[in-house]
């Protein structure tokens, strides 16, 4: 809290006696009006549900389909030789790029969006679910086999339980690129969400609605990675003796 004071009253010196005009740089005062005139008027929780419904649906594609991706490529030889090097050098490419060929597919239109924050997401998911998954002590695949462990039984009785830590760090990843890959999108294709609300604000010069979203954004990320991830990775780290139950 006290960091948190700090920061506010530095940025309140800042706008009022820094060396750029204040529209440039409202103070937190501005940004709170900003705020309330966004609640009052309907604007900002309509962003907000906008954007969460696509984040969410996308995200869910893409943690499934990671998540399998990423263990076949780690159980599998042949498809890590075909496959490997094209998720590493596809994740490496930035989300906005995968906008301009969604718009040809898809058009401008919800799937478009799905389509940026899948893929711009679902690589780092594949990655960090390999990484797990390779990780996981060949001693328990031998012992699970002579137990009579085959096929889908050994992927969800031992492979998959043994490596959820690294898999939901893969998650959390995952996530925060499903957030650059929704506002890339909805910056440069007016569609509702949060990023219309940023790009309306750069359009009137209103700097101070756009760092009200930037705070809107700030507190969604950190409310669910506190809420759902850091909950979802206690509960595991305590469930493999990794953290003692509070």
Known sequence: MIALAVLIVGWACLSRFGPWPSYLLPGPRGVVHSLWDGLRDGSLPRAVLTSLHRLFTGYAISAFAGIVLGMLMARLAWLKAALGPLVVGLQALPSICWLPLALLWFGLSEKAILFVVVMGSMLAITIGTEGAVRAVPPLYVRAARTMGARRLRLYTRVILPASLPGIVTGLKLG????????????????????????????????????????????????????????TLERHVRERWGYDTPS
């Open 175 to 230: 996530w925060t690129f499903a957030w650059r890959s929704l506002m890339a999108g909805e910056l440069l294709y007016i569609s509702g969400g949060l990023g219309q609300l940023l790009t309306l604000g750069r359009e009137l010069n209103d700097m101070a609605r756009v760092m009200a979203v930037m705070v809107v954004i700030v507190a969604l990320g950190v409310t669910f990675e506190r809420l759902l991830f850091g």
